[in-house]
């Protein structure tokens, strides 16, 4: 959609891809840092402020982006975020930044 009219756009997927946990608990912002890292670096990308697309925990995590990389963000989009993280924690270089969502999900049920 985006990529169509000229944006250059990266997908990522943050469990269930080759190589990665089946389900997810918990997330590791560090991780998608380095996708936002190689954005910037880019020479296609002229504004190297990237701007952030999620829906449900995608939206969540995108939020914690923007939160904290600070100036490496220009924007965020946000679509059906269930307003926290869920199911685990988020760690942010090694820190716990946004502790468990304790309501009525069962940590020994992931989501898949």
């Known amino acids: 959609m985006l990529a169509t009219e000229g944006f250059v756009t990266l997908a990522l997927a943050f469990y269930g891809g080759k190589g990665q ?8 912002l560090e ?25 449900s925990k995608g939206g969540d995590i ?4 923007a939160a904290f990389l600070g100036e490496k963000i220009g924007g965020t989009v946000v679509a059906g975020s269930p307003s926290g993280s869920m199911p685990g924690p988020t760690f942010y270089k090694g820190e716990e930044v946004i502790k468990e969502t304790k309501f009525t999900l069962n940590k020994d049920a992931p989501f898949t």
């Open 21 to 28: 946990k089946k389900t997810y608990y918990d997330i590791h």
């Open 31 to 55: 991780k998608l840092e380095e996708a936002v890292d190689y954005l910037r670096g880019l020479p296609e990308v002229e504004d190297k402020r990237i701007n952030l697309y999620g829906v």
């Open 62 to 65: 995108c939020l914690a982006l």
